[in-house]
């Protein structure tokens, strides 16, 4: 398996989709590209229509948006296991990652992922209430699954909001004790700890998501 990531200090998407092959010890070839340059677009014009990242090529089969990776990643190499195993979880699970999926819009907007930044914005009452939510989530998944992850084992659901982790973090948003207890326990994964070893070593700036003012 071929994996195309972006910049690991900003590519949140990118992050999502590498997850699975770290928390599984999965075999994938990485090739990283330098987002919104030449070879960027060259490289990715003849493997993927939307010339974007991540994108999984595998005997032929190429898969591009990183629910689509998860999914088959999960499909084909792990029987399934990266949902909960009962039927009513597993919906809920499901339900949660296609939340953060296509919504959330104000917190992406607001809050790029920027993982060596500590910034402080000037939040809009969308992006206050997307945080709400996740807060909600995180929370009740915790109450739930003390000091577990958002299912107790973790899932899909957990490679999904993890970037939110790191949002969170750069930008100093406060969070209730419960959700507090959950970013605390996917910042502190050696899945997490070993990506942001390797964003470390990212020296290019990406202008549009150098928000903020620096703390």
């Given amino acids: ?127 206050l209430k997307d945080i709400a939510r996740i807060d909600a989530i995180w929370s009740e998944q915790e109450e739930q699954y003390p000091d577990g992850w958002l299912f107790g084992e973790w899932s899909i659901a957990d490679a999904m909001y993890a970037p939110v982790a790191l949002r969170f973090l750069t930008y100093g948003i406060e969070l209730s004790e419960g959700a507090t207890a959950y970013q605390q326990k996917v910042l502190a994964s050696a899945s997490l700890q070993q990506w942001l070893e390797e964003a470390s070593l990212d020296k290019d700036i990406v202008e549009e998501d150098e928000a903020g003012e620096v703390v």
Avoid at 41 to 49: A, G, Q, R
Avoid at 50 to 69: E, N
Wanted: charged content about 25%; cysteine-free; aromatic content about 12%.
């Fill in 1 to 127: 398996m071929q994996l195309f990531i972006g910049n690991q200090n900003y590519s949140s998407w990118s992050l999502r989709a590498w997850l699975i092959f770290s928390q599984y010890n999965l075999d994938v070839e990485v090739t990283k590209l330098k987002l919104f340059t030449e070879d960027f677009y060259k490289t990715l014009k003849s493997i993927t229509p939307t010339a974007k990242v991540p994108t999984l090529v595998h005997h032929g089969i190429t898969v591009w948006d990183s629910l689509a990776i998860l999914e088959y990643v999960n499909e084909q190499h792990l029987q399934g296991k990266a949902w909960p195993s009962d039927a009513a979880e597993r919906a809920k699970a499901r339900a949660i990652s296609a939340e953060m999926h296509s919504g959330f819009f104000d917190l992406r907007n607001e809050l790029p992922m920027n993982i060596r930044a500590r910034r402080k914005v000037d939040l809009s009452d969308g992006a």
